[in-house]
C-alpha cells in the first residue's frame, strides 16, 4: 500500500460532540489522591532503573534515552541481571510500612510487590531456551523497529545513529538465541514443529539478496527533508554496510539454523505440558494471565458451558434471519457468500475508518472520561501477516509523537468479513483497547510501571467486554453485524476450551483447528493462525473470557444493589481510573464503590 493510500485511513481520536449527554472529559481531570512522597521516590527510582535494564521497552513507551541499546537478552549475565534487580526491588517494597499509605499508595504497593513476586517464581521456567516462535519473537520485533513502521523514530539524524548502534548488537542477540535453542535440545525443551516451520517462512520473507531490498532499508527512502545531502550520503552508507555485513547474515544465519539443524529436532506434540515440568509450567502461566486460582480444568468446563450459552443467542439470530438449517451450515453461510467479502484492502480500512465516527456518537452515552491519544489503522506488514491475528493493537508513546495503531490482518481478504468489523473495531480500537490502555497512560499520578504496565485478563477483559456495549454505541444495527458480535464472543468462549485442551488434556492442532471450525465458524486460515497462536502463547488467550465475565459480573451487581441510582458512565470510569489491576483487586473496588454509592 502506497504512503498516500495509507494516509488516507488514518483514524484521529478526538473529542465526541453532542450537549446531552456531557462530552467526556480528559483523564487528566480525574481527582487523584497524593501520593506518599516515600512511594513516589520509591517508584520513580524502580522505574529510572527499570528503563536502564529494559531499553526495548524504554523505546516501547516512547523513551528516547536508551534507543542505541540492545542487551544479550537472552544470555545468561543478563537473566542474572533481572533476578538481582527483581530481588533488590522487592526487598525494598517489603520495607515500606503500608499500613500508613492511603488506598490508592496501598494498592500501588500491593500490585508492585505482585508482580516481582511473579517475576521471581517465574525463573523456574525455561523461557529462554525457547526464544523464537512465529507468533512473538526478536527476530520480527527487529524488523519492525528497523523499518520505522515501529516504535523506533527515525525522525533527526540521531534517531538513525540510534539504530545504527542497536543494529549492531543484533547478531550478538540472535547467536545467544541460537546457542540457547542447542540448549534446549540437549535438555528437551524444544518448540512444536508447526510453529519453527512458520517462523522459518517469516525468515525467509526477511532475508533478501540485497540491503536496497531489505525493510531495514525503508529508513534510507524516507529520510526526513531536513536532512543535510552530507548527512543522507554518510548514513546511506552506513546502513548499506550494517545490513550488507552484519543484519542479513544475521537472520540467513537464524533462518538456516532452523531449517536445518533445529527444524529436526523439533517436537510433534504441541502442549506446554509435554515438556519437563510442563503441566507446573502451564498452571503458573494459567495463574499469571488469569490473575485468579481457576485450575485448567475449572476453565475447561467453564468454556464448554459459555460456548453452549452463545450458540444458543446465535441460533435466535438465525431464526430472526429465517434461516433454516444447523448452526455449522450458517456458519459456513456466513464464510463463503460473497456479499460478506471486501473487494480490496483498500475498502476494507475504509470500512474501519468509517466506524469511527459512528462510534465515537455513541461514546458520551456511556463514558465520562476518554484518552486524549490519538490513533490509526494500519495494515499488518506482510512479512508477518500469516501468522497474526484479524487485528491488534499499539499503545500509543508517552509523549504523544507516536499515536496507538489498531492493526488490521488483510492477508488472505476474502476470510475478512464485513460481518465481523464492527465486533473487532470496538475491541481493538474504540471503546476498547485504545481507550483502557490510552487512559491509564494518560493517569496523572499513577506510578509509570502502572502507567505502563498490564493485566492480560483485565486489559483483553476490558476489550471483549467492550463489544458488548455496540448497540448503545449505534452499531450492531442489523443481524448480521450482531451475529458478528456472537460469533466474536463465541471465538472467545471456545479458546477456553481449546487452550486448556492444548496444554492440558492432550489435544492435537488439528483437533483445534476442527474444533475451533465446528463450533465458532472460524474460516480455516482463522483457525489455523489461532491454533498456533495457542500453541506458541500457552495461557494467553484465556484471559479474554475470564475478565470480560468478571466485569460483567461486576456490573450485574452494581445494577442490582444500586438500581435507580446505577450510573454506566460512572461504573465505567471506576473500572478504567486506575488501570490495569488484577481481577480481585478489581473486583474490591467495584464493591467499595458500590457500597459508597448505596450509603449516598
Request: with cysteine.
Amino acid at each position: 500500500m502506497t504512503r498516500s493510500v495509507l494516509a488516507a485511513f488514518i483514524v484521529v481520536l478526538v473529542a465526541a460532540c453532542g450537549s446531552a449527554p456531557p462530552t467526556p472529559t480528559p483523564v487528566a481531570q480525574l481527582p487523584v489522591q497524593p501520593v506518599s512522597p516515600t512511594l513516589r521516590a520509591l517508584f520513580a527510582d524502580y522505574w529510572q532503573e527499570s528503563l536502564a535494564l529494559h531499553p526495548l521497552q524504554a523505546t516501547f513507551v516512547g523513551d528516547r534515552r536508551y534507543n542505541d541499546q540492545l542487551p544479550n537478552l537472552f544470555g545468561a549475565e543478563y537473566r542474572q541481571a533481572e533476578h538481582a534487580f527483581n530481588v533488590k526491588w522487592l526487598a525494598r517494597i517489603r520495607a515500606v510500612d503500608v499500613s500508613t499509605l492511603n488506598s490508592e499508595d496501598q494498592l500501588s504497593a500491593e500490585i508492585f510487590r505482585r508482580n516481582l513476586d511473579r517475576e521471581l517464581e517465574g525463573e523456574r521456567f525455561p523461557d529462554y531456551l525457547l526464544p523464537i516462535n512465529q507468533f512473538n519473537n526478536i527476530a520480527n520485533t527487529m524488523v519492525q523497529l528497523g523499518s520505522g513502521t515501529g516504535e523506533q523514530p527515525f525522525k533527526t539524524v540521531q534517531d538513525y545513529e540510534n539504530w545504527l548502534k542497536r543494529a549492531s548488537r543484533v547478531p550478538v542477540l540472535f547467536n545467544q538465541a541460537v546457542a540457547n535453542m542447542r540448549e534446549g535440545v540437549v535438555k528437551g525443551v524444544v518448540q512444536p514443529t508447526v510453529l519453527i516451520k512458520k517462523a522459518v517462512a517469516q525468515l525467509n520473507a526477511i532475508t533478501v539478496n540485497a540491503p536496497e531490498q531489505s525493510l531495514f532499508w525503508k529508513p534510507i527512502d524516507a529520510f526526513p527533508e531536513d536532512f543535510s545531502e552530507a548527512d543522507k550520503r554518510r548514513l546511506t552508507g552506513s546502513y548499506y554496510r550494517v545490513i550488507d555485513e552484519q543484519l542479513l547474515p544475521a537472520y540467513a544465519q537464524l533462518r538456516d539454523y532452523l531449517r536445518d539443524e533445529y527444524l529436526p529436532k523439533t517436537r510433534d506434540s504441541v502442549g506446554l505440558d509435554q515438556l519437563p515440568n510442563g503441566a507446573a509450567w502451564y498452571d503458573y502461566r494459567v495463574k499469571t494471565i488469569t490473575t485468579t486460582d481457576l485450575t485448567p480444568a475449572q476453565i475447561h468446563e467453564l468454556g464448554l458451558s459459555e460456548v453452549a450459552r452463545i450458540q444458543k443467542s446465535m441460533k435466535q439470530v438465525m431464526e430472526q434471519l429465517r434461516f433454516n438449517g444447523e448452526l455449522n451450515v450458517f456458519f459456513d453461510y456466513a464464510n463463503t457468500d460473497a456479499r460478506f467479502a471486501f473487494d480490496s484492502e483498500a475498502e476494507l480500512l475504509k470500512y474501519y475508518g468509517a466506524l469511527y465516527s459512528r462510534v465515537q456518537t455513541g461514546i458520551p452515552r456511556l463514558f465520562a472520561v476518554e484518552p486524549q491519544a490519538k490513533f490509526e489503522i494500519r495494515p499488518v506488514e506482510a512479512f508477518r501477516a500469516q501468522a497474526q491475528a484479524a487485528g491488534s493493537y499499539q499503545r500509543p508513546s508517552e509523549d504523544g509523537s507516536r499515536p496507538g495503531i489498531f492493526y488490521v490482518n488483510t492477508y488472505d481478504l476474502p476470510s475478512r468479513k464485513t460481518w465481523s468489523a464492527e465486533s473487532l473495531f470496538l475491541h481493538e480500537a474504540i471503546p476498547g483497547h485504545h481507550f483502557q490502555i490510552a487512559i491509564q497512560q494518560e493517569l496523572p499520578e499513577l506510578p509509570a510501571f502502572r502507567r505502563f504496565g498490564r493485566f492480560t485478563a483485565f486489559s483483553e477483559g476490558w476489550g471483549l467486554y467492550a463489544e458488548s456495549l455496540g448497540k448503545d454505541l449505534g452499531v450492531y444495527t442489523d443481524p448480521w453485524q450482531y451475529f458478528g458480535r456472537l460469533q466474536a464472543e463465541l471465538f472467545r468462549a471456545v479458546r477456553l476450551v481449546v487452550d486448556t485442551g492444548l496444554h492440558s488434556m492432550g489435544w492435537t492442532r488439528q483437533q483445534v483447528i476442527a474444533y475451533m471450525m465446528a463450533n465458532a465458524g472460524e474460516s480455516e486460515t482463522q483457525a489455523i493462525a489461532e491454533t498456533e497462536r495457542y500453541i506458541a502463547i500457552p495461557g494467553q488467550a484465556l484471559a479474554y473470557k475470564i475478565g470480560e465475565l468478571k466485569i460483567l459480573e461486576l456490573r450485574a451487581k452494581a445494577q442490582k444493589t444500586l438500581g435507580g441510582r446505577f450510573d454506566i458512565r460512572d461504573f465505567h470510569t471506576q473500572v478504567l481510573k486506575d488501570g490495569a489491576v488484577p481481577l480481585d483487586v478489581l473486583e474490591t473496588k467495584i464493591d467499595r464503590w458500590i457500597e459508597t454509592s448505596r450509603a449516598r
